[in-house]
């Protein structure tokens, strides 16, 4: 009997189904998610990115002192609004056209996965709204009697003839951003993703002034700085182009804003403002 045994034993051994991994401990399964994991993220160091669009924005009214040989004075609560160019299709696409809307360029390189450091030009408009009531403080002395005087806080209109304020060709912001960008959903060739920012650059203005009865001027110049913040939504299609939606918020100070053809005349503001941002963009080299 042990000897028969002991063949069952070794014919089994030898048997195919005896070679059968018989353990049927339940193995874990990976399924694949839509949502980002750190351990799956896109390799993005080292990309290369360029976008361009559109914006409209705001400000917050500001206090703006003019100073020249025979005047200085400052006009307190400011309003100004925005520019937007009709939407039209010769304007926004029109190879000598496409600088004249609100505009947002943008080219940034990826440091690692997250990061990127840009450099960028926001196109605004900021058009002073006439007709607004102010109150006017310091003394006016250009020999012109409709606007010569004192004034301590005194209210007054802002009409066309006494003041013209825009920085419309534009209100340039040229700066430089650190961005991080979040994968938050993931799909084969598409992802969504959150971005944000900080940045700071210089001002530079092409102001179009007229001042009382000085020739108007629209000569651009270095006028002042600023920083800013940003966030945003940005849809990543085809792995390389890319639909980005911002909102951006920030601190601007001219302290030198040309006025007139005299260098020695001036104007000087600070205010806040907030942007929003459509920009198209594609990644240029991998």
Known sequence: MRSLFYIFL??????????????????????????????????????LYLYWGWNISAYTPSTITFSGKDYHFSLADVAAKNRPTPLDMKN??????????????????????????????????????????????????????????????????ITPEFLQFEHTD??????????????????????????????????????????MQFDRFDEPNIAGFGFAVMGGLNFELLQRLFIQFEAKAGYLNLPNV????????????DFCFLQLNMVLGIKLFD
């Open 10 to 47: 070794t014919l089994f051994h030898l048997h195919p189904l005896a070679q059968v991994n018989l353990d049927i401990t339940p193995k874990e399964t990976t399924k694949k998610s839509f949502f980002a994991s750190p351990g799956q993220s896109i390799e993005r160091k080292s990309d």
């Open 92 to 157: 926004y696409l029109s190879p000598v056209r496409f600088t004249i809307p609100q505009y947002n360029f943008r080219v940034g390189y990826f440091l690692n996965d997250k990061y990127n450091l840009s450099f960028g030009i926001d196109h605004m408009k900021y058009v002073m709204v006439a007709y607004q009531e102010t109150t006017i403080d310091g003394y006016i002395n250009t020999g012109e009697p409709r606007f010569d005087g004192s004034y301590t806080k005194e209210p007054m209109y």
């Open 170 to 211: 534009g209100l340039n912001y040229v700066n430089f951003e650190l961005r991080r960008l979040d994968e938050v959903i993931r799909r084969p060739r598409s992802s969504f993703n959150l971005v944000s920012g900080i940045g700071t650059g210089l001002i530079i203005p092409r102001s179009n002034v007229t001042l």
């Open 258 to 269: 040309r006025t007139t053809h005299d260098k020695t005349d001036g104007a000087k503001q």
